[in-house]
């Protein structure tokens, strides 16, 4: 059996065309970008293989063309989820993943244009599972506002998030990830739906203690996919304060479908 079927559920959820699964990748002098790709699939023809449809992807085109090493993280409805780590292989111009991208739901009857191409994924290991309960949502997103009350200390270097930004940030019911470089250089990307604004300039958040954390000092990216499939990525300093942390944001983009 391959990684990829012996892990229950994860074949079926990565099946999913409106899955939240989020792909982050790595710049070559090491700075981590995390971004929705709701369009990567499981490749059934390849053993523990992944493919995705190249859609307004110009920094994570970037940072592939420059490091392959990947980490993708995959999250259903009921808030069970999966992370992995894998290296990006090639583009495909044509071929059975382009069609089959060009003739997903997603972008059927897309109004606006297709994929550019279609990319590959190797997965080499499911490095954690998890199951949140919206019990555990609710008590984290509490906790760190508690936690943060009074505290919204500016951090070197940070920049004030746009309104729209911390709005949407400080929705309880959102998906939330948090992306960082572990020691062996790979991106790792963890659920966070906790993460909220703390004053202007900084994002707190709880971390999951059954999941990998951020280590003190690290630079680390965040990203929300909203209800409007638009995302927002926050990058900057990360600092540990106990089950908690802050994200002291120094540079902000959004992302999404062109609107008319």
């Known amino acids: 059996m391959t990684l990829l079927d012996q892990t229950p559920g994860l074949l079926e959820a990565l099946r999913g065309e409106m899955t939240p699964k989020f792909l982050a990748t790595r710049s070559a002098d090491g700075v981590p970008n995390v971004v929705p790709v709701v369009s ?6 390849q053993a523990d293989t992944l493919f995705f449809g190249n859609f307004l992807l110009r920094k994570t085109i970037r940072n592939l063309d420059q490091d392959r090493r990947v980490a ?12 992995l780590k894998g290296d990006f292989l090639e583009w495909q111009r044509t071929g059975p993943y382009v069609d089959r991208q060009m003739n997903s739901g997603l972008l059927r009857y897309n109004a606006y244009t297709g994929i550019r191409n279609a990319g590959l994924i190797r997965v080499s290991a499911v490095t954690g599972a998890f199951r949140i309960s919206k019990l555990q949502v609710a008590l984290d997103y509490f906790l760190t ?46 659920p966070m739906l906790s993460l909220q604004p703390a004053g202007e300039q900084m994002l707190a958040g709880r971390v999951n203690t059954k999941l990998p954390a951020p280590p003190s000092g690290v ?9 409007e499939a638009i995302s927002y990525q926050a990058k900057g300093r990360w600092t540990s304060r106990g089950s908690n942390g802050q994200l002291a944001v120094q540079e902000v983009y959004a992302g999404g479908p062109p609107i008319p």
Do not use: C, H
Request: hydrophobic share 50%; no cysteine.
């Open 40 to 45: 990567i699939l499981p490749a059934d023809d």
């Open 72 to 83: 993708v993280l995959v999250m259903t409805e009921q808030l069970d989820g999966w992370l």
């Open 145 to 190: 506002r508690l936690s943060s009350r009074g505290k919204p200390a500016n951090g070197e270097g940070a920049v004030a998030m746009p309104l729209p930004t911390r709005r949407e940030f400080a929705k309880m019911v959102a998906v939330k990830v948090l992306a960082w470089l572990g020691e062996d250089g790979y991106p790792v990307v963890v």
């Open 219 to 227: 630079q680390a990216a965040t990203n929300i996919l909203t209800f």
